[in-house]
Structure formats: C-alpha cells, structure tokens
C-alpha cells in the first residue's frame, strides 16, 4: 500500500485533532525543511526514524546495458542518503 501525505495528515488528526488540512500544510512544511537543509549540505537526523545526507557519488565508467561494448562515462553526481535508524530496522525485520 502506498501511503500519501493527505493519509498521514487524515491519520495524524485523529492523534492531535487537528483539521486534516492543517495537518498536510505541516507535513509539507516539514518537507520543505528537509530539502532546504539538504540543499545547504546539512545532515536531517531524526532521531527514531532516520538520518538524510548528502554525498558526492564519484565519477565512473559503465556499459550500455544493450550494447555491451559500447563504454559510458558517468561524471561526478551528489546523492541523497537515507540512513533507516535501528529501531525501524528492527521493527521492519520482525515483521517478517
């Protein structure tokens, strides 16, 4: 199942009893912040659930996936990484 914003902020008002909308305008407030402070190169930890980074992912070399022999070069890319804290880990592995 795929769970959307308007979802959280449906469930998350049943938890705060806020209005729905005020809800979803947090959530995406939330995530502007995050991309805000990606963008300058900070580190999001939030402690329980994850960690958002950024790194530079270095230059490569690679195949063209139907023609083999034909090489490809990658240049230099900044990635965003998500680091799943433990207890989500756990959470997750027990689940299953």
């Not at 959307?4 to 947090?26: C, D, H, V, W, Y």
């Not at 992912?57 to 230099?76: Q, T, V, W, Y």
């Not at 207890?87 to 299953?96: D, H, L, R, T």
């Amino acid at each position: 199942m795929v769970i959307t914003i308007k979802m959280l902020a449906k469930e998350l008002s049943k938890m705060n009893g806020q209005r729905p909308i005020f809800n979803e305008r947090l959530i995406n407030s939330f995530g502007e912040l995050i991309r805000q402070h990606l963008v300058a190169n900070d580190v999001v930890r939030l402690n329980r659930i994850c960690k958002f980074e950024t790194k530079m992912r270095g230059a490569r070399r690679g195949s063209d996936p139907n023609d083999p022999d034909h090489k490809l070069e990658f240049s230099a890319v900044r990635v965003i990484k998500v680091t799943m804290s433990n207890i989500v880990k756990k959470a997750v592995k027990n689940n299953y």
